[in-house]
């Protein structure tokens, strides 16, 4: 091959040496006729990486030789070549060696102009910026070795990083990630709600869910490296498909922070979608302090629901103390309940007998028929709660605890009103992004976290769900940004 300058200096040898060495390549190929299909596909593989990992290291080379050329103002200086000014970067084609053409200029300094324009992030980040991306993908997406072993694999043995690497730099990364990168744009959620969503019944406006929910994870703390279980609360925002009933969601973000921080969080994601014309719904759980530091965030006219999934378990749990888990006694106190609540109930399917000559047609989706409406005017949860004491006949185990829920959640649980207005009672979506987002990639077997790096984690998880990749990647300041993270901060001197 020939020298760096002339490489640098003539894109006619820059084509001559590349077409040779992609001839002589297919030439061996072709001459091979003893192998078989997979080999083939292989083999090009290999030519195709090679090839491109050296027109990649002359691409870069001639990159720098244009900034030391403007550097010089078109004079001619005396190039230092040496080992010490060559620099290898890890790239997604494999590590590549390019001179950086450094020069002393009149006062006898070395400089490398190279260095600051086409390398930013060296040394403090020997990966390029793709590599880097594949990077934050693949440890996003998979334990960190396996990140490692996937990025060999599927490059064909061209790049291979560090495990501890990859892990550092996902924390880097997951630092830029802000809240804004984990949710879609106001405008992409304005289009959704306004082209796809299901719309209230009742106002006819789009309805947008939010929900907020809590899951345990493994994490570091203090000096002592103990890793106890502490609670990580997730945000979650989404809408109901109108077409297929799907879920598409507007975005989230998980924090270590406690109840303030979360309302905190909530005022961020309502400002942020002040003027959206939507129906707000808050589905969550009975916890209490959603009426002091959530409930009060959110816009004047939201509706609030309770899980009703949640409010059915803690009538199971009351029901397995009074009549015993699972009597027959307790699925009947179970049906009358959720009678109450919901006023509806399902038919029995019929079953279908079997034909000779007859092909057995699909049943029929469940439908519901009204049982009764609603008497109390302050809605079913009031409703079920004069059933519950009147029902008990005295005192009973667990009485207390159940009616002390239901009445400081009833004005949560008419759900009937709720159905009619074509709206969800259960905060599926919330527990589902809990595994999706989190508990598939963080919750693993032996699995401990520091507490920057799980948050990093969950931003990169979280922003390849709002569908903002792309956009983080490919945004105006993303080299600026990057310069500034893998920069280190000074030491202050005393």
Same mark, same amino acid.
């Given at each position: 091959?020939?020298?760096?300058?002339?490489?640098?200096?003539?894109?006619? =040898?820059?084509? =001559?040496?590349?077409?040779?060495?992609?001839?002589?390549?297919?030439?061996?190929?072709?001459?091979?006729?003893?192998?078989?299909?997979?080999?083939?596909?292989?083999?090009?593989?290999?030519?195709?990486?090679?090839?491109? $990992?050296?027109?990649?290291?002359?691409?870069?080379?001639?990159?720098?030789?244009?900034?030391?050329?403007?550097?010089?103002?078109?004079?001619?200086?005396?190039?230092?070549?040496?080992?010490?000014?060559?620099? =290898?970067?890890?790239?997604?084609?494999?590590?590549?060696?390019?001179?950086?053409?450094?020069?002393?200029?009149?006062? !006898?300094?070395?400089?490398?102009?190279?260095?600051?324009?086409?390398?930013?992030?060296?040394?403090?980040?020997?990966?390029?910026?793709?590599?880097?991306?594949?990077?934050?993908?693949? !440890?996003?997406?998979?334990?960190?070795?396996?990140?490692?072993?996937?990025?060999?694999?599927?490059?064909?043995?061209?790049?291979?990083?560090?495990?501890?690497?990859?892990?550092?730099?996902?924390?880097?990364?997951?630092?830029?990630?802000?809240?804004?990168?984990?949710?879609?744009?106001?405008?992409?959620?304005?289009?959704?709600?306004?082209?796809?969503?299901?719309?209230?019944?009742?106002?006819?406006?789009?309805?947008?869910?939010?929900?907020?929910?809590?899951?345990?994870?493994?994490?570091?703390?203090?000096?002592?490296?103990?890793?106890?279980?502490?609670?990580?609360?997730?945000?979650?925002?989404?809408?109901?498909?109108?077409?297929?009933?799907?879920?598409?969601?507007?975005?989230?973000?998980?924090?270590? !922070?406690?109840?303030?921080?979360?309302?905190?969080?909530?005022?961020?994601?309502?400002?942020?979608?002040?003027?959206?014309?939507?129906?707000?719904?808050?589905?969550?759980? +009975?916890?209490?302090?959603?009426?002091?530091?959530?409930?009060?965030?959110?816009?004047?006219?939201?509706?609030?629901?309770?899980?009703?999934?949640?409010?059915?378990?803690?009538?199971?749990?009351?029901?397995?103390?009074?009549?015993?888990?699972?009597?027959?006694?307790?699925?009947?106190?179970? $049906?009358?309940?959720?009678?109450?609540?919901?006023?509806?109930?399902?038919?029995?399917?019929?079953?279908?007998?079997?034909?000779?000559?007859?092909?057995?047609?699909?049943?029929?989706?469940?439908?519901?028929?009204?049982?009764?409406?609603?008497? %109390?005017?302050? +809605?079913?949860?009031?409703?079920?709660?004069?059933?519950?004491?009147?029902?008990?006949? +005295?005192?009973?185990?667990?009485?207390?605890?159940?009616? =002390?829920?239901?009445?400081? %959640?009833?004005?949560?649980?008419?759900?009937?009103?709720?159905?009619?207005?074509?709206?969800?009672? +259960?905060?599926?979506?919330?527990?589902?992004?809990?595994?999706?987002?989190?508990?598939?990639?963080?919750?693993?077997?032996?699995?401990?976290?520091?507490?920057?790096?799980?948050?990093?984690?969950? %931003?990169?998880?979280?922003?390849?769900?709002?569908?903002?990749?792309?956009?983080?990647?490919?945004?105006?300041?993303?080299?600026?940004?990057?310069?500034?993270?893998?920069?280190?901060?000074?030491?202050?001197?005393?």
């Amino acid at each position: 091959m020939t020298a760096p300058a002339q490489i640098a200096r003539c894109p006619e =040898s820059v084509k =001559s040496h590349l077409r040779s060495l992609f001839e002589d390549a297919v030439t061996d190929l072709l001459i091979d006729d003893t192998m078989n299909a997979r080999r083939i596909e292989e083999a090009v593989w290999d030519v195709l990486v090679a090839v491109g $990992r050296e027109l990649l290291t002359t691409l870069l080379t001639m990159a720098c030789w244009r900034a030391t050329s403007k550097a010089t103002k078109g004079a001619t200086p005396r190039l230092r070549l040496d080992d010490d000014y060559t620099l =290898s970067l890890t790239t997604t084609l494999g590590i590549v060696r390019v001179p950086l053409f450094a020069f002393r200029d009149e006062t !006898g300094r070395t400089r490398t102009p190279a260095r600051e324009e086409v390398f930013p992030l060296h040394p403090h980040c020997r990966s390029s910026e793709l590599c880097l991306e594949w990077e934050s993908r693949l !440890g996003s997406q998979l334990p960190f070795r396996q990140a490692e072993e996937a990025m060999d694999f599927f490059s064909h043995g061209a790049v291979r990083v560090e495990d501890t690497t990859i892990a550092r730099h996902i924390g880097v990364i997951g630092e830029l990630v802000t809240r804004e990168w984990t949710y879609r744009t106001p405008e992409d959620t304005a289009k959704l709600l306004k082209e796809r969503a299901t719309r209230d019944r009742q106002h006819g406006k789009p309805v947008l869910y939010v929900s907020t929910d809590a899951h345990a994870l493994r994490r570091y703390e203090d000096e002592t490296w103990e890793a106890p279980w502490k609670m990580l609360n997730g945000i979650r925002l989404w809408c109901e498909d109108r077409v297929n009933g799907g879920i598409i969601h507007l975005g989230g973000e998980y924090t270590w !922070g406690d109840c303030r921080e979360v309302g905190k969080r909530f005022s961020a994601v309502v400002d942020g979608l002040s003027e959206l014309d939507a129906q707000w719904v808050f589905i969550s759980d +009975g916890m209490p302090w959603f009426r002091d530091h959530v409930m009060p965030r959110l816009p004047k006219d939201t509706t609030f629901i309770l899980d009703f999934y949640h409010a059915m378990e803690r009538l199971g749990e009351y029901a397995a103390k009074r009549f015993g888990m699972g009597t027959k006694a307790a699925r009947a106190f179970l $049906r009358r309940a959720e009678t109450r609540l919901t006023g509806k109930r399902p038919y029995r399917r019929k079953k279908v007998k079997k034909r000779r000559g007859h092909k057995k047609s699909r049943w029929r989706r469940d439908r519901y028929r009204t049982v009764h409406a609603c008497s %109390n005017p302050l +809605g079913a949860g009031e409703e079920l709660l004069r059933d519950l004491v009147k029902w008990a006949k +005295g005192k009973v185990d667990g009485l207390e605890a159940i009616t =002390s829920y239901i009445a400081e %959640n009833s004005d949560r649980m008419d759900y009937p009103t709720y159905r009619a207005r074509g709206l969800q009672i +259960g905060s599926g979506a919330m527990e589902s992004l809990h595994r999706v987002a989190s508990q598939m990639r963080l919750k693993l077997a032996g699995a401990r976290w520091l507490p920057e790096r799980a948050i990093a984690v969950l %931003n990169l998880r979280l922003m390849v769900l709002a569908d903002r990749w792309d956009a983080f990647w490919g945004h105006e300041a993303r080299a600026s940004t990057l310069r500034a993270a893998f920069k280190p901060t000074p030491v202050p001197t005393a």
